[in-house]
């Protein structure tokens, strides 16, 4: 069957018309950490005061505030509808809060363009650039990741499993064995002893690296014990995450608004430990007390996935259970109350297994099931989980009228959240 899209553009900001060859559009907010799978796809927007959209075909639109040239035409004049970026084709767009852009082409050359106070452009110099430059040094990297505590970081992930990192290095966050000063060029991150194979940071300026063994390394700013190392000092050099595991998947929040510094990290057992900070149980081990290495997350389950939410985490048996722990003023655990737990507690409703997670910097969950049906609850103060009113909600509620959604994207700003979504 031919695919269908919704054609309202729901924004925070105003409504606008979609450049041809825009199918489906994703609102983020510029502050948001676009790490993982978060990078920018076909026909996605960011930004709650500028914007981008990427065509099927690799042509990338910009509209609204260009302070920093972030929009990419040459100039620092804001637009007011989408505007091409000439002369180039993105298969991947990267964005963080600072204002700073990152477009990959399918050969794998990275340009950057936009604010670069910090160097966080990797271009050998602060100056902000108002059209695509290349990152110099032929690297192709595979990923981006934006960490941010004081200003923001820039990591990138080669093709051969090294990591290199440029920006700001307060605390010696960038891994490049030195505290205090930035770097604008792409620097080798120090002390990882094997080819990595997944990378993640957040908004605590903490960075983890997976080895393709399934060990994890971290470094960074190390509040809360949130690197798992044992301590709660800080490492400008990556270190190895203690307790001999191995590792599948590592996670963390990376929604600017909770400023959450707690990471999750599914063993290839099916075992999921916790650790960093804790202060409403979200690290789910029956407590509210922080831990500075990996814990078992209690109840004796054994899991499939995982997904953090604000101050709290949804995570998935391996027989098909959705379960969450953590912060839950606004029945954000899907629990049918507004009691905050600190163990694993099962999410009410036949919602079917999940297959993505999304959960916004203010408290609103929503699951795509394996049907592509939406289910929504947790804060809705701005009609943001679509159920036709402004009440929160305790336990999951199907949405949209019975669309199959293919994507889901939402902003957290303040309490603002919205997407937009396509159907089949």
């Known amino acids: 069957m031919a695919n269908n899209y919704v054609q309202q553009v729901i924004s925070v900001n105003s409504n606008w018309t979609a450049p041809g060859g825009v199918s489906s559009i994703t609102i983020i907010p510029n502050y948001t950490n676009l790490d993982d799978q978060r990078w920018i796809g076909d026909g996605v927007v960011s930004g709650s005061t500028w ?47 600072d204002g700073a852009i990152f477009g990959q082409t399918t050969s794998g050359i990275t340009y950057a363009w936009g604010l670069n106070a910090n160097g966080q452009l990797g271009l050998g110099n602060v100056t902000p650039y108002s059209t695509p430059q290349i990152i110099p040094g032929d690297f192709v990297f595979t990923r981006i990741v934006r960490t941010q505590h004081v200003n923001v970081s820039t990591f990138g992930l080669v093709a051969g499993g090294a990591v290199y990192a440029w920006g700001d290095n307060t605390g010696g966050c960038l891994g490049v064995g030195t505290t205090g000063n930035a770097y604008s060029s792409p620097t080798l991150v120090l002390g990882l002893p094997e080819a990595i194979k997944d990378l993640t940071g957040h908004y605590n300026s903490c960075t983890y690296a997976l080895g393709v063994s399934g060990t ?25 995450v203690v307790g001999g595991l191995t590792f599948q998947k590592i996670v963390t929040d990376t929604s600017l608004i909770s400023l959450s510094a707690s990471c999750y990290g599914l063993t290839t057992g099916g075992d999921l430990y916790a650790w960093g900070q804790n202060n409403y149980g979200q690290l789910g081990v029956n407590d509210t007390t922080n831990r500075s290495s990996p814990t078992l997350v209690v109840g004796g389950l054994k899991w499939a996935n995982v997904w953090p939410i604000t101050y709290g985490c949804l995570a998935l048996t391996t027989g098909g259970q959705l379960y969450a722990w953590g912060y839950n003023p606004d029945g954000r655990l899907g629990s049918g109350d507004v009691i905050s737990r600190s163990t694993p507690n099962l999410v009410l409703g036949s919602l079917g297994i999940p297959k993505k997670v999304v959960s916004s910097g203010g408290g609103s969950v929503f699951v795509i099931n394996q049907a592509n049906a939406v289910y929504a609850w947790g804060n809705n103060n701005t009609g943001n989980i679509a159920t036709g009113d402004l009440l929160p909600r305790s336990s999951p509620v199907a949405i949209l009228g019975g669309l199959k959604v293919a994507q889901i994207s939402v902003v957290s700003r303040s309490e603002e959240h919205t997407s937009e979504l396509q159907s089949h």
């Open 216 to 240: 994890a390394y971290a470094w960074g700013n190390n509040a809360y014990g949130s690197l798992g190392v044992g301590d709660t000092n800080a490492r400008s050099s990556a270190v190895t």
């Open 51 to 97: 914007g981008l959209a990427r065509t099927s075909s690799g042509s990338l639109y910009s509209w609204g505030a260009n302070g920093s040239g972030q929009l990419g035409t040459g100039d620092v004049t804001p637009r007011s509808s989408p505007t091409l970026i000439s002369g180039y084709t993105f298969s991947k767009v990267y964005t963080g809060n």
